[in-house]
């Protein structure tokens, strides 16, 4: 079974900082572009930032920048996106994706872009 399992979500203060991580299972991660995106209630799905996953080229959207790393662990199959300084802006469900018919990480980070999701994980930044 093809899955992408997020975790590491929670509720943090503002200024805190969280890493999410994207397990891959049934299929590797090599060759691919890795998405992370969030939805906060009543918004439309961003693309927060991306992977080539072969590469580790990584592209990030402008709000984030200086504050979210993503990473990736050829041995465990799995992405990270480091997040420090939390804002309460932040605040989402925030899932993880893979592009595999384009296997590029490219700016905008389209959601349209990524055919395979995980089912997403809880960021809460309140004080």
């Known amino acids: 079974q093809l899955q992408l399992v997020e975790s590491g979500g929670g509720l943090v203060q503002p200024g805190g900082s969280l890493r999410l991580s994207c397990a891959a299972s049934g299929f590797t991660l090599d060759y691919y572009a890795i998405g992370w995106f969030r939805q906060a209630p009543g918004k439309e799905r961003e693309g927060v930032s991306c992977i080539d996953y072969s590469s580790g080229s990584a592209n990030y959207v402008d709000s984030i920048k200086g504050r979210f790393t993503i990473s990736r662990d050829n041995a465990k199959n799995t992405v990270y996106l480091q997040m420090n300084d939390l804002k309460p802006e932040d605040t989402a469900v925030y899932y993880c994706?893979?592009?595999?018919?384009?296997?590029?990480?490219?700016?905008?980070?389209?959601?349209?872009?990524?055919?395979?999701w995980g089912q997403g994980t809880q960021v809460t930044v309140s004080s």
């Open positions: 994706a893979v592009d595999w018919v384009r296997a590029v990480c490219e700016a905008p980070i389209s959601p349209r872009d990524y055919e395979h």
